[in-house]
């Protein structure tokens, strides 16, 4: 109660506190914190809030400790590690490997020590800069468990994130089998050294490999405390080996040492050894980088157990750091030194010691020391020395077997460590459902929520790997796994810097956006340097990773830096935009329409998304009434976007409130879009059932068509024979409920009647249905060679024959033929043909089936004409056949109404309309779609006669018709500028 505190402005409002942010994930909200709703009516609460303020408070819902995977409550708390033991030492013991022992006296040898150095530093630049890239990314938030694959999915987003994760969890494992197979080598060498051979050399590296796996398993699987404890042991033998080192170092040379080119510190060894001496054809530079680099690649060692540790945040860039500080320094000192004991080349000769002074014809620095080593010189036979022996260290040291427990210990440690690693990530990635079939793997164990399924996997693979003990090709792709995984880690630093996003906060701020960038530009280069093959491998598999998580678009929200950099991008380009003038050749049909739930009217959305999608701006608005606001469900936008996206409809929702179609409409005119974006088009359904309708409802219609004119826009009226509307799959209220524009009611002929469901579910229920609720329109079929007929009557800019075009564009409708019918009389038909045809060619339009209609203005036949009045006869007035009663009364009372007087002013233009009905379905009945100029109102038409002329310009189609009007404006022209 006393963490519940109320503020200092309610009795239901908190103070800040922690919990309240613990889960702010989407569609995650905080439940302890009350609604903007209760705080409203708070003050119609007060009574309830003071008689149950204790027992209200007490049962709010607490949410939990904000894991991204919410874990079950355990009875023993997990063990957690600090930066020392957690990250630093673990780091340290990775990044020590067999390397140090076996291999850097020789890349001295070869590449000298200032050589050497530069390559050190140049190693340690590179994990140094990405170390402050994981530090930046590992403050800026919790870190669960996940490693480098949980740092850049949650950077980058699954896209790059899920490819990354099976490459890093495929690379630590085939890690632990290199360092394990290292380990076999050197026991399979000291076993030859003292006789003992087991089956034959490859057999008994594969031996020894799958019992140290199998131990290091098992070590595992005992726990992190025991996996822990082990590092521990295995630190302490490394630090006990180095020391045995330096020791040895000082300790004065024996006469058998000397004779293998060991000398103790001599300043003269020093300066011979400070310039490089390549040798056969591996001997350059980047070979020297190339063997060097891997044992720098332990340093996300720490970081991928970070669900391990006490503070990720404070852990990962102080160890990680501090481990890349100590052991640099250890490379440093131990190259300076063994090049400053240790000869290039020794026979190992006890005999090759010169007595007295004579050197002549002696060659090399051992004839400064008294040893003349020159016939294994010239006949390259040494086999002792920096350059040719791998056992330097141990001869230098003080105890030799003290140096094999150190090669034990630091192929041992990074074996475990990579053991443990690709288990913890690869978990998270199953976890987090981007691949199929891999869920079986996520599961947890214990109070550690050990991953023992992906240990036995790891353990698995490793084997596999271990019985073939021919690993060098594996090598390089590991060390460009590794290698990608850093540059990608960097871009992510990077990419959050440069996004501005709000959400990039991290606490370590000794980073840059710029090194960052170089890092990841680096660890590229270092790829295609080290092995170019292997790169490009590596890179395929990303690509055609990444390629499946972009095809499956997982439903995962991360708030990557990559949605920070669209909207940027977004933003940026549209406010650029808005500086630039319109142009009629980057005309394009933005269209508002008014769909209501676009789910009701799937028809109307293709239609427009068909020449919309890909090419210009679509908004949906659904204009809901006052009546229908408080019985329509909370999460009825998200539904409606998740149809949208499912349906592949690439247009906003716009939802908005207002007391009838035509305020709702006029403001979504004003205010829908943003800047350029705007819309410049406003697509109607048209309204079946007008007959039936109560006046102000038709009144309303036209309103918002005279509206749309008054706003220069473009108008689009889709008729469609069954109608546009069909029922709501799904009761949000636990009724067949349908939340449809109350401007634009159903068809008696409604599409899917029986698709309604008596039981309640909820909008993520009907999101995962599947494409249950996708129903299939006519738009969405292959129209063959059907045609598309335009009845282009009005010179309205064009936009008439633009719609047509953007539609043949498509793949369903390309092999349509467009047929373009113009009005025109007999005498001049060949004429007004041939003006036509040469226009459509000037606007670069295909259209060359042009059709001129000579008998336009024939009347109508009677029948048809008699249809028309007799469906107008419902909304006459009859005012000058009714005696004694006021004619501007009836006007007055019944506006809508057609007086006699304007009907026979309108006559003509009745008969026009009746005539070119006959025309259209006399040459349309088989088209694929019809388009008709659409009719601009008068204001002093009424409205039933106006919807009447649109009713009769489209009855008795089989097919779509738009009855469509530009705002006058050009949309088409021939000219180049």
């Given at each position: 109660?006393?963490?519940?505190?109320?503020?200092?402005?309610?009795?239901?409002?908190?103070?800040?506190?922690?919990?309240?942010?613990?889960?702010?994930?989407?569609?995650?909200?905080?439940?302890?914190?009350?609604?903007?709703?209760?705080?409203?009516?708070?003050?119609?609460?007060?009574?309830?809030?003071?008689?149950?303020?204790?027992?209200?408070?007490?049962?709010?819902?607490?949410?939990?400790?904000?894991?991204?995977?919410?874990?079950?409550?355990?009875?023993?708390?997990?063990?957690?590690?600090?930066?020392?033991?957690?990250?630093?030492?673990?780091?340290?013991?990775?990044?020590?490997?067999?390397?140090?022992?076996?291999?850097?006296?020789?890349?001295?040898?070869?590449?000298?020590?200032?050589?050497?150095?530069?390559?050190?530093?140049?190693?340690?630049?590179?994990?140094?800069?990405?170390?402050?890239?994981?530090?930046?990314?590992?403050?800026?938030?919790?870190?669960?468990?996940?490693?480098?694959?949980?740092?850049?999915?949650r950077s980058l987003g699954p896209e790059i994130g899920g490819p990354i994760g099976v490459v890093f969890s495929f690379a630590n494992a085939l890690a632990c089998a290199l360092n394990t197979v290292g380990f076999a080598e050197v026991v399979r060498d000291l076993l030859q050294e003292f006789g003992v051979v087991m089956v034959d050399a490859i057999n008994d590296v594969r031996i020894v490999g799958v019992i140290t796996v199998t131990f290091l398993l098992l070590i595992s699987l005992a726990g992190m405390e025991w996996e822990s404890k082990t590092q521990i042991l295995f630190f302490i033998v490394l630090l006990v080996s180095f020391s045995n080192y330096l020791v040895g170092t000082i300790i004065p040379p024996s006469p058998e040492k000397k004779a293998q080119g060991i000398f103790g510190y001599r300043s003269e060894i020093f300066i011979s050894n400070l310039k490089p001496d390549w040798r056969g054809p591996e001997g350059n530079f980047f070979q020297m980088f190339a063997i060097f680099f891997p044992s720098a690649i332990g340093i996300l060692s720490g970081a991928n157990i970070s669900g391990d540790l006490k503070d990720p945040a404070s852990a990962i860039p102080k160890g990680t750091l501090m481990a890349i500080f100590w052991t640099s320094f250890s490379y440093l000192v131990i190259s300076a030194t063994v090049a400053s004991c240790v000869l290039r080349d020794a026979?190992?000769?006890?005999?090759?010691?010169?007595?007295?002074?004579?050197?002549?014809?002696?060659?090399?620095?051992?004839?400064?020391?008294?040893?003349?080593?020159?016939?294994?010189?010239?006949?390259?036979?040494?086999?002792?020395?920096?350059?040719?022996?791998?056992?330097?260290?141990?001869?230098?040291?003080?105890?030799?077997?003290?140096i094999t427990a150190g090669v034990f210990a630091a192929s041992l440690s990074s074996a475990l460590g990579f053991l443990v690693s690709a288990p913890k990530v690869f978990q998270c990635l199953c976890r987090d459902n981007i691949y199929p079939y891999i869920g079986f793997f996520?599961?947890?164990?214990?109070?550690?929520?050990?991953?023992?399924?992906?240990?036995?996997?790891?353990?698995?693979?490793?084997?596999?790997?271990?019985?073939?003990?021919?690993?060098?090709?594996?090598?390089?792709?590991?060390?460009?796994?590794?290698?990608?995984?850093?540059?990608?880690?960097?871009?992510?630093?990077?990419?959050?810097?440069?996004?501005?996003?709000?959400?990039?906060?991290?606490?370590?701020?000794?980073?840059?956006?710029?090194?960052?960038?170089?890092?990841?530009?680096?660890?590229?280069?270092?790829?295609?340097?080290?092995?170019?093959?292997?790169?490009?491998?590596?890179?395929?598999?990303?690509?055609?990773?990444?390629?499946?998580?972009?095809?499956?678009?997982?439903?995962?929200?991360?708030?990557s830096s990559v949605q920070a950099g669209t909207y940027n991008m977004a933003l940026s380009y549209s406010l650029s935009l808005s500086g630039v003038e319109d142009h009629v050749k980057n005309f394009r049909p933005q269209c508002l329409v008014l769909t209501g739930p676009p789910n009701q009217r799937p028809a109307l959305v293709d239609f427009v998304g068909s020449f919309t999608k890909h090419i210009s701006l679509m908004i949906c608005g659904d204009i809901i009434m006052e009546q229908d606001r408080q019985t329509r469900p909370q999460d009825a936008t998200d539904c409606l976007v998740k149809w949208m996206n499912k349906r592949k409809v690439r247009s906003f929702y716009m939802p908005f409130t207002a007391d009838c179609l035509r305020v709702g409409a006029r403001h979504l005119l004003q205010a829908s879009g943003l800047g350029k974006l705007k819309?410049?088009?406003?697509?109607?359904?048209?309204?079946?059932?007008?007959?039936?309708s109560s006046p102000e409802g038709i009144q309303d219609y036209i309103n918002t068509i005279y509206d749309t004119f008054d706003s220069n826009y473009c108008l689009c009226i889709l008729r469609m024979m069954d109608g546009l509307d069909i029922f709501d799959q799904f009761d949000f209220e636990g009724k067949q409920s349908r939340f449809q524009n109350q401007g634009f009611e159903p068809d008696e002929s409604v599409e899917n009647d029986d698709q309604q469901s008596p039981e309640r579910e909820s909008a993520d229920d009907i999101s995962d249905k599947g494409d249950s609720d996708q129903i299939k329109t006519v738009f969405q079929n292959d129209q063959g060679k059907k045609t598309i007929d335009v009845y282009w009557i009005a010179d309205d800019g064009g936009l008439t024959l633009l719609v047509p075009y953007l539609l043949t564009r498509r793949k369903r409708w390309h092999r349509s033929k467009v047929r373009v019918f113009i009005?025109?009389?007999?005498?001049?038909?060949?004429?007004?043909?041939?003006?036509?045809?040469?226009?459509?060619?000037?606007?670069?339009?295909?259209?060359?089936?042009?059709?001129?209609?000579?008998?336009?203005?024939?009347?109508?036949?009677?029948?048809?004409?008699?249809r028309f009045v007799d469906s107008v006869a419902p909304f006459r007035l009859y005012d000058e056949q009714q005696e004694g009663v006021s004619v501007q009364e009836l006007r007055g009372s019944t506006p809508w109404k057609i007086s006699d007087k304007e009907f026979e002013a309108f006559k003509l233009k009745s008969e026009r309309k009746v005539r070119l009905n006959e025309i259209i379905r006399r040459n349309s009945q088989h088209a694929a779609l019809v388009l008709v100029s659409l009719p601009v109102p008068h204001s002093d038409c009424p409205s039933a006669l106006y919807m009447a002329w649109l009713d009769t310009l489209t009855c008795g189609l089989h097919c779509p018709a738009v009855l469509i009007r530009g705002n006058q404006q050009n949309v088409l022209t021939y000219y180049c500028q």
């Open positions: 109660m006393e963490q519940r505190r109320s503020s200092f402005y309610s009795t239901l409002d908190l103070v800040p506190q922690l919990e309240h942010y613990a889960s702010t994930l989407p569609r995650q909200q905080a439940r302890s914190r009350p609604s903007l709703e209760a705080l409203r009516r708070a003050s119609e609460q007060v009574e309830v809030v003071n008689t149950s303020t204790d027992s209200g408070l007490s049962n709010l819902p607490v949410t939990d400790g904000g894991d991204e995977e919410s874990q079950p409550p355990q009875e023993e708390a997990p063990v957690r590690f600090g930066w020392v033991t957690g990250v630093m030492v673990r780091c340290m013991l990775n990044i020590w490997g067999v390397i140090l022992f076996l291999r850097l006296s020789l890349i001295t040898s070869q590449a000298g020590i200032l050589l050497t150095w530069l390559i050190i530093l140049m190693s340690v630049t590179v994990t140094s800069v990405t170390a402050l890239s994981i530090s930046a990314i590992a403050t800026n938030g919790r870190v669960t468990s996940g490693g480098a694959y949980f740092m850049i999915s026979s190992g000769n006890m005999s090759d010691i010169l007595t007295g002074n004579i050197t002549d014809g002696c060659v090399g620095m051992g004839c400064n020391l008294g040893w003349n080593f020159t016939d294994c010189i010239q006949s390259q036979s040494c086999k002792y020395g920096l350059a040719n022996s791998s056992k330097v260290l141990g001869q230098i040291s003080g105890f030799y077997y003290l996520a599961k947890g164990y214990g109070k550690n929520d050990e991953p023992l399924r992906a240990y036995i996997l790891c353990y698995v693979i490793a084997v596999a790997f271990i019985l073939i003990a021919e690993l060098n090709t594996i090598a390089a792709l590991i060390s460009n796994f590794f290698l990608c995984s850093y540059s990608l880690i960097n871009f992510s630093c990077f990419h959050a810097s440069i996004t501005n996003s709000p959400g990039w906060r991290p606490s370590f701020h000794y980073y840059s956006k710029w090194t960052a960038l170089f890092g990841a530009v680096i660890s590229v280069v270092l790829m295609f340097l080290f092995t170019w093959w292997a790169a490009l491998t590596t890179f395929c598999i990303i690509f055609f990773l990444f390629g499946y998580v972009n095809y499956n678009k997982p439903k995962v929200n991360w708030g819309p410049n088009t406003l697509v109607l359904g048209f309204k079946v059932n007008w007959r039936d009005v025109g009389d007999e005498q001049n038909m060949e004429e007004g043909r041939s003006k036509m045809i040469a226009l459509l060619k000037r606007f670069r339009l295909d259209f060359n089936d042009v059709t001129v209609m000579t008998d336009s203005e024939r009347r109508p036949h009677a029948k048809n004409l008699s």
